[in-house]
């Protein structure tokens, strides 16, 4: 379905005059109808490179590598082609809902316009299709017919989610969907996205988050980000129970229901890139070969590990 190989994304620094490299050398595959979740810290590279999927980075982006949907490339796509398979066979839907939506309009409004121009149905049967699409995200009939402004932070995410899914794509890439919201809220996220899986089981999901509970709910497989590279990919199961990675088992770690232990050391400055393995700076177990070579990521059958100390 999705086959990401060797993913650099790198942006201009103008105070600097260096670039600075977000996503370094990404690999990940994503079967059809199964979910993703790719978690990491604050500034790990992981919606720049859900962005760089739908083609929806700054235009001073220098992008290379390989992006294949069902074997088609991605990148270099000619924008209105892109356009037009962001509007079908994939959903992106953004962090902060309150910015994503128009203001000035009704959510049912804004999600039914979206019926028009994908589905090219008529405005009536639109309003229909929206209606429905809105109660199945948990919607009242009042609340579909507010503004954005006079509903909470989840409810705009459910609108979100619903204007994603209006166009019945292929492939939906939810970024931060519990981004800011309370606990309650989260929560209520999580039951939206199991309901989605449950009635769309063909549809592929690539889930970007922080949030490492919603990701064991939610996701068959999980990749971890730190530094803009894949430092493991692994089954639910498998990374939940028996993490590899040393940042993996860090992340889990400081779960309040493993004990709350602090990860040593700060998160990677992006104009900071050590030597050798972007861990090692914060990892109690580096020696002279993870500070002075970069571990690959290899596939040891069960999972892939980016670590010169699992074999």
């Known amino acids: 379905m999705l086959r990401i190989e060797d993913l650099y994304v790198r942006f201009p620094d103008n105070g600097s005059g260096k670039e600075v490299t977000a996503v370094c050398g990404v690999r990940l595959n994503l079967a059809k109808g199964r979910t993703l979740a790719v978690v990491g810290e604050s ?11 739908c083609s929806l980075l700054p235009h001073n982006a220098v992008i290379s590598g390989s992006i294949r ?31 994503s939506l128009n203001p000035t309009m009704r959510c049912l409004r804004q999600v039914s316009e979206v019926f028009v121009k994908r ?26 017919r507010r503004h954005p402004h006079m509903l909470s932070g989840g409810m705009r995410q459910r609108v979100l989610v619903g204007i994603g899914l209006s166009g019945a794509p292929d492939l939906l890439i939810a970024d931060e969907p519990t981004k800011g919201l309370d606990m309650a809220r989260q929560r209520d996220v999580q039951t939206l996205f199991a309901r989605i899986r449950e009635e769309n089981p ?79 700076p914060r990892c109690t177990a580096a020696d002279e070969q993870c500070r002075t070579y970069n571990p690959p990521l290899r596939d040891t059958g069960e999972r892939s590990v980016s670590c010169w100390r699992h074999v």
Do not use: W
């Open 43 to 53: 500034g790990s590279g992981k919606s720049v490179m859900g962005m760089s999927i």
């Open 69 to 99: 949907l069902d074997g088609m490339e991605l990148l270099g796509l000619a924008r209105r082609n892109m356009r037009a398979l962001r509007g079908s066979r994939i959903a992106f839907v953004p962090q902060s809902a309150g910015l």
């Open 202 to 280: 063909a549809m592929t999901v690539l889930l970007i988050t922080h949030d490492l509970d919603l990701a064991e709910s939610l996701a068959d497989e999980v990749a971890v980000m730190y530094g803009g590279a894949i430092a493991e990919q692994a089954p639910c199961a498998k990374f939940f129970g028996f993490p590899a990675h040393p940042y993996s088992r860090g992340l889990l770690a400081a779960l309040p229901k493993r004990g709350l232990t602090p990860l040593p050391g700060r998160p990677l400055a992006p104009l900071q890139r050590p030597k050798g393995c972007v861990f090692h």
């Open 119 to 144: 589905r090219g149905i008529k405005a009536k049967a639109a309003k229909h299709a929206a209606q429905d699409l809105l109660s199945r995200m948990g919607l009242m009939d009042r609340d579909k």
